[in-house]
């Protein structure tokens, strides 16, 4: 097999960080931990914001990882697709308004 | 959906030997995951011993109406491994001479046992409080002749506890068959005009859910709440507990977890998952499992894979609760199923 840049099996070593660097890792898994409690939202709609962040930062681990979670809360294809459409809109959105700037910059220096 | 059992289709692993090579072997040969044994050594818990004896599991045949992708049991209309009458009375002078106070019966469809209602009712005359019937609720709708079975269970006060791997139409019928989720709305339906599942009804019905797919189930309480919401605003259903169930890799599940490449992933999953504080209180602690032909088993995942007890007993014929009590359960790699975050029984989550 090729080698690539992403194994989806390094997902499972992902608790290793700490080696290198006990520390921190160790408060980012901490505030990790606590940022998914059930709290004034749901795990399962941190989870759907989880899923669409995953596709805004393109992070293949991530899409696996909030993909299996999804499943595993029972929530349908349905919900986790528009949940993507979400991030796509917004992420979308973020280029589109900038245009605003592109038209302010060319009507300024148009005659 | 699976259309055949492994067994019609001359599969592999139809065969038990063949799939205790792969749990044994594969992924755990080169040492690089543990072994249960050495997981539950490290907390005092081996040998695993049994506690009081508390639930009688019978598996009354293997025959089935639906051949559902997930099946442990490997069940289906070809399967013809039935439970006669004689071996249902053996069961009857057991039950009459015991301290379990459920009765957990499985199939297959346990009602397309033709002795079925027969063993029912000389269950109760032998007094136990809990009867369950672990139903697949399309049995209900699937034939006349099984149309009175709502008021049956009516009239005996049998405690159903039934399939339903989702809400959803899409994710049930991808499971369990064309056409089940419509069917199993219906009977659920009928359970309900009869007080079945009702908030303060003494007739109880329960939902068990299983994971359509290589993933473990989500927190119970969680998911009790999502199928209670979706099932009471879309079809007007009550029930009472939701049990979430892991699948656990035998037969049909382990089959498909070969084919589309998530068998190693999956055993990742499930000793990642490993929780020492549900071993103390897995089903096989509690239980005996008695196959269709009488022989005994710690669990019905041992019963599947042909592992019987320890024990000079080993038939429901030479019955001995004494001698049987005092034996090792019989654990091997499936057994980190049953331990996987908040456990899993036939009840399900035990810690």
Redesign the interface.
Known sequence: MANTYYDPADL?KFGKITEWSEELGTKFFDYYGKVFEEGAL???EKSLIALAVSHVVKCPYCIDAYT?DG????I?KEEMMEAVHVGAAIEGGATLVHGVQMMNKYNKLSM | MATKSLKAKGNDLAVSNKQLEILNGGIFADGELPYFKDKIADIGHFPLRPKKLEILQINVGYMCNQVCEHCHVDAGPDRKEIMTRETMQQCLEVIKNTGAHTLDLTGGAPEMNPDFEWFVEEAAKAGIKDFIVRSNLTIIRANKKYYHLPDFFKKHNVHVISSMP???R??TDKQRGDGVFDKSIKALQELNERGYGMPDSDLKLDLV?N?S?A?????QA??EK??KKALKEDFNIDFHNLFAITNLPIARFLDYLIASENYEDYM?ALV?AYNPSAVANVMCTNTISISWDGWLYDCDFNQMLDLKVASKVKHIKDYNEDILNDRNIIISQHCYGCTAGAGSSCQGTVA
């Open positions: 499972r749901s795990a399962r299996k499943l595993q809360k029972g349908t | 989702h809400y959803t899409g994710k859910y994971p797919g993933y473990l189930p989500g927190d969680a998911m999502d199928f990742y990642e």
